[in-house]
T-cell receptor, first 114, second 113 residues
Framework: DVKVTQSSRYLVKRTGEKVFLECVQDMDHENMFWYRQDPGLGLRLIYFSYDVKMKEKGDIPEGYSVSREKKERFSLILESASTNQTSMYLC?????????????FGDGTRLSIL | RKEVEQDPGPFNVPEGATVAFNCTYSNSASQSFFWYRQDCRKEPKLLMSVYSSGNEDGRFTAQLNRASQYISLLIRDSKLSDSATYLCVVNRVSNFGNEKLTFGTGTRLTIIP
């Protein structure tokens, strides 16, 4: 079974802090993704990576950056957290370059910015 | 127009009934289609892929109409455990040629005993 592990289930931070969300997958997947999910807006893609040190912006990259130094780990960074970044963050991975392979999600991190 | 549109529901359906959801997509170049299921406060999980010829998995049937750009999911003999939000998912190609998925906002289904 594919396992995608996110470092925290719940996180509370303050406005202006630099926040790191970590994601690790154990299936040697090439592709990794960060989404945020908000009521009425569904899942929106922030960034994704299709290889080590390779990344591409998703639909809402503003205020975020990512890092992929190792294949199994994909980090999402909130450079200076703001209250509108309070959300559920979901990490996912998939096996190959082609999207006909399903994405496997972690449990999610519910982030609150105060 | 949204890339993927779904009726948000909620659909409240008695146990044992048949229920159907539709989803429309805007990108005619899309090639891969899925239904995901998301339980309350849980992560999305793949329910089934959708193939051009239509496909069935037990009580679940998925169909694709490329001409009209819509996807459907039919659930027969619904169970209490089918209560969840169902996400319609479609692929797209980025400006850099990388494929990624677009998720609909989901249709919420509640099965009533």
């Amino acid at each position: 079974d594919v396992k995608v592990t996110q470092s925290s289930r719940y996180l509370v931070k303050r406005t202006g802090e630099k926040v790191f969300l970590e994601c690790v997958q154990d299936m040697d997947h090439e592709n990794m993704f960060w989404y945020r999910q908000d009521p009425g807006l569904g899942l929106r893609l922030i960034y994704f990576s299709y290889d080590v040190k390779m990344k591409e912006k998703g639909d809402i990259p503003e205020g975020y950056s990512v890092s992929r130094e190792k294949k199994e780990r994909f980090s999402l960074i909130l450079e200076s957290a703001s209250t509108n970044q309070t959300s559920m963050y979901l990490c996912a991975s998939s096996q190959t370059y082609y999207s006909n392979q399903p994405q496997h999600f972690g449990d999610g991190t519910r982030l609150s910015i105060l | 127009r949204k890339e993927v549109e779904q009726d948000p529901g909620p659909f409240n359906v008695p146990e044992g009934a048949t229920v159907a959801f539709n989803c429309t997509y805007s990108n005619s170049a899309s090639q891969s289609f899925f239904w995901y299921r998301q339980d309350c406060r849980k992560e999305p999980k793949l329910l089934m892929s959708v193939y051009s010829s239509g496909n069935e998995d037990g009580r679940f049937t998925a169909q694709l109409n490329r001409a009209s750009q819509y996807i459907s999911l039919l659930i027969r003999d619904s169970k209490l455990s089918d209560s969840a939000t169902y996400l319609c998912v479609v692929n797209r190609v980025s400006n850099f040629g990388n494929e990624k998925l677009t998720f609909g906002t989901g249709t919420r289904l509640t099965i009533i005993p």
